[in-house]
Structures are given as C-alpha cells and as structure tokens.
C-alpha cells in the first residue's frame, strides 16, 4: 500500500514498490526509530538501500536503533525555499551523528541522520532555543506525525545528556 | 614554456594533445531572455560555429546536459542543418561540461563522428530557477526525497551547507576569507564586458548582505541568469585547419565521486570534496600538476565550493584554502588568478561552460576586455588589471577548469595553449 500526506505544505508520498521506505517510517510512524541490519556484514545503514554499501548484501532486517547522537554539522535556514517553511524561519537542519557504529566500518564512516530541530513534540524549535544549537550539541529523536504510515524523524535536545559548554556555531551571529 | 616530461606510463598519454577546443561561443547573459532555451541554444551554437571557422554541416556529434530545462540536440542539430553521426542528451548541471568534453573524445576515438558541439541552454532565472524558488520548490516530494526535502533542505545551497559548516569547524576558515572569492571574482568581471554584474565588492559588502542559509550570505551565492553556452571539440589534426591556435586537451576526469552518493554525508570528512579522488586521475592524465597551471576556473556555485576544490585539487594544503583564496594569488596579476570573467559569482550561472569557454579564450591571448582595440579588430592587452581595464592573463600557457555537482562528484580538466 502506497503511503500518502501533507506536510508543510508538501505533498508527500510513497510508492507501494518502494519497500524499504514505506518499512522505515512505518517504524517512525510508530515512534520507533529501525535501521536495516545487514545479514552478512551485520553493519547498520542510514538512509535505507536496496543493499549494503559496505558489502553488498542484498539481504537485510530491520533492527532497533537508539535515536541518539551529537550534531555532526549544520544548516540554519534564513531565506526558506518551500513556501510553508518561510513561517519558521530561522530553522535548523541538523546532521547528527550517531552513537551507534561510530567510526565503523571506517575511521571516516558515521551514522549521520538528519532532521530539524524541534521541540520534543515534534514541532519546530523557536528562534531562541535555535541560537544555542550547533556542532557537538548531544541530541534525542522525536517524530512530527504526519500520516497513517508516515512521521518524520526529529531531533530535540537531549536535556538529560551533559552538553558541552559551547557548542560550535558559525562564527557571525 | 616547455612543458615536463612525459614521465608516468600508467595513462594513456597519446590522448594528451590529441584534441582541441576549436570554437566557443555563448548568447548575451541576460535575466529575462525571452527566447526558448531552443532559440537560446541555435544562437550559442551559431556563434562558436562562426568562431571555429566552420560550416554547421562539419558539426557531426552533439551532446547536451540538462535537468530536463532545455531542448535536446535534435532540435538544435534540425534548426541549424546539422546532421548527426552521433548525438546523446544527458541528465545534469555542474561537472557535466567537463566530463561531456572526456565523452566526446571518446566517441571520436572510437570512431563515432569527428566534430563534437557541447552545448547547455538553459533559462535559469526566468524559467527553472536555479536557487531552486519557483515551480521546483512545489514540487510532490516522493520517496527517497522524504529524508532531506522534507526538512527544507532542498535548494543547492542548502544541500551544500553542511560540507561548507563543517570546513570552518573542522580547519577555522572565517567567513572573510571565503567572501575573498566574491571579491576577486567581482575584480575580474568588472574588467569583462559580457558579465551580468560588472560591480567590484569589498568583504564588508559580502559579509553585510543578508543570510540565505548559514553559512552563506546572499553574495556567497551565484547569479542567476538566462543563457546559451556551446563549444566544440574536435582532433588536434582538424583543429589546425581552423581559425586560432586552439587549446589542447591534456587530460580530463570526469564525474569522480565520493563513496555514498545515495548521501554522502554518510563518509567523511564531510569537508572533503571529490576532487580528493579526481586529482589522482587528473593530474597523472594531464602530466601536469597545480604548480604548472597559470589560470583557474573553480566552480563557484557558492564562494565555498571554489575555495574547497582549491584545496583537494592540491592548489594548497587542506584547510588553508580560506588563506589561498585571501592570499592574492588568485586575482589577476597574482600568480594564479582564477575565474578571470567573473564566473558564476558574476558573469552568469551557466552549469560549468562559461568558465570553459573563458579559458579557451585566455589560452588563446583573445579575451574581451576594455583594452584598446588594434587594428587587426582585436584587444592591445596591457595586462592593467583596474577596474575597466585588461583581464587577460599575461604569458598564460595551461589551465585547470574544477566542475562542481555537489561535495561528492566533479569534474575537471586541463588544457594548453595550441602550437
Ligand atoms: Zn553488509
Ligand atoms: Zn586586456
């Protein structure tokens, strides 16, 4: 079944073909965050592929993730190009890079997962809260529901972590 | 200035030289053209036709890039009386010329045709907008796109500003180094005639403009315009028949990519671009390396993105590409200037071919500027490098051009001034 909603203005939509999305945010939809496990190499992937970048696998389950991380970089969108984004900016895309399968298979290589910055409800974080973000701050998933079948995941900050005393921002406030 | 030894054997060094840039030509660079991406295309075809000094019936191949923007070569080929041995229509923007001129070659190489026309039309300001506003920014957002269009990262520069983020987290690059490139940039097109934006701005002025997306201001960002682009590649044996000394090709990659190209952020150093893979291929093919090149063109969808492939083409050492651009090395009458039209910054957004055709033009001693004009109709070059005067590069006898898709995928290529 082909999985369709409006988010932000967008439509957004699924193929019934396109397994590997649909089982990825019917997980979100869930508000479970489930990566493909790769039944050979055992490597976690992000986003999800038909096989494994690391090996070549074709055969994979989906497994639990912990949605866990610190921002690995940064957007902060001033002049939005999607119509409905323009109410909120300043917005953040965040790149977070995972606890799980740091620097695995290489030095080089990184679970990095993106999402805005929201509030643990999923809704999008004020211009306030936005100015305190940026790399190395430690982050928590969330989702943004947006249809049977379908959420987005987020990234709040992981008010239970230790943060570091000044995470990295672009050096012109 | 002779040029080093032939010393690797691994590449196939007879392709080195073998063909030769014989004809560029573009339209005005205009916001509003109001012409159809197919009259644009005929009008730049026309024109560097003319400039090689043939007839369109020589023209036996033609390729073309697009992102589905343009009009494809049968129509091109049709309009002008062109008919094709050979022709192919490809999907793309940025590192597409480059890696069309590879192509090219190799369809004559194996014997397909003789005489190849490149070409890009595109109206990029009154029809797809290039900053991506406009019909593209409401478009459905379907499967794979879910995981980044559907967080407002959509338009090129906000696709690119993580790469760029990380560089200044990374190696401490300020944001007055990059605006460098603008202002450079804008030096040499206040000298071109044909540059949409002829202005000269200071750091101030780049740093001043408003946010687009952290870490690029408005004048971080290329123009966005209407144009044609075309130029044609053929032997070096043919090109000797034709008008000018043309440039030669000494090597070329093209289309080198990082791993993870489904998302490249995935491998890092997110700071790294493709030309950390393209440099082995380039540089061994063109028996050349970056202290052999006189004159850059660094793809600069974003002042970002020819600073970064500065870096990982070896102009410098990684991270110190905010000093190199700052340095003055790079303006002209500096030891290698680079983007002497303006480039995209300035002269026009056109995928790539502009800062081709420019390069062709300074190995050819020929380029337009506002030096007086001699007798024989072409420019008494005083290499006076202030504002409304020379632009061309003095002594200039090889050129590296650096194409840009993303961090993750470029092009490049290195030519030579003709014999
Ligand atoms: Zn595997
Ligand atoms: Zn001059």
Known sequence: MSVKGDYMGMALSIDDLDGENISYFKHCAEHQFHLQKCDDCALVRYPPTTACPFCSGGNATWTAVEGKGAVYSYLEVHHAIQPAFKAKTPYLVLLVELDTQQGQPTPDDGLRVAGNLTLPNGEFALPEVVKTVGIGTRVRMVF???????ALPQWTIDETATQPAKPWRYPQE | MPLPADTDVSTPKFLRDKYAIVGVGETTYTRGSGKTTRALGTWALRNAIADAGLKASDIDGML???????????????????????????????????ALIGIAIGVMEAGLCKC??????????????IGG?????????NGDMLHNRAYGWQSAGQNFAPTFMRHMYDYGTKPEQVAMVKVVHSEHASNNPKAYYKKRFTVDEVLSSRIIC????????????????AIIVTSAERAKDQRHKSPLIRGIVGRCSKPRLDMHYQHGPISRVAGYYAKDILWPNAGLGPEDVDAVGAYDAFTFTSMLQMEDYGFCKKGEGGEYV?????????????????GHLCEAYTHGMNMVIENVRQLRHDVDDYCPMGPDGKRQHTFDYREGGCRQVKDIEVTANLGWANPATGSAMVMRRGT
């Open chain 2, 214 to 229: 952290k870490p690029l201001h408005l004048l971080d960002c290329c123009v966005e315009t209407d144009n044609a682009t």
């Open chain 2, 133 to 141: 506003t406009g019909a593209r920014s409401a478009a459905p957002v």
């Open chain 2, 64 to 98: 073309s890039y697009s992102g589905n923007d343009s009009t494809p070569s049968t129509f091109m080929a049709g309009d002008i009386g062109a008919r094709l041995n050979f022709y192919m229509d490809c999907m793309g923007g940025g590192s597409s010329t480059e």
């Open chain 2, 326 to 342: 700052s340095s003055g090395i790079t303006r002209l009458g500096g030891k290698r200037p680079q983007n002497t039209s303006g």
């Open chain 1, 144 to 150: 943004s529901d947006v249809a049977e079948g379908l």
């Open chain 2, 116 to 129: 190849v026309a490149i070409f890009r039309s595109m109206n990029g300001f009154s029809q797809v907008r």
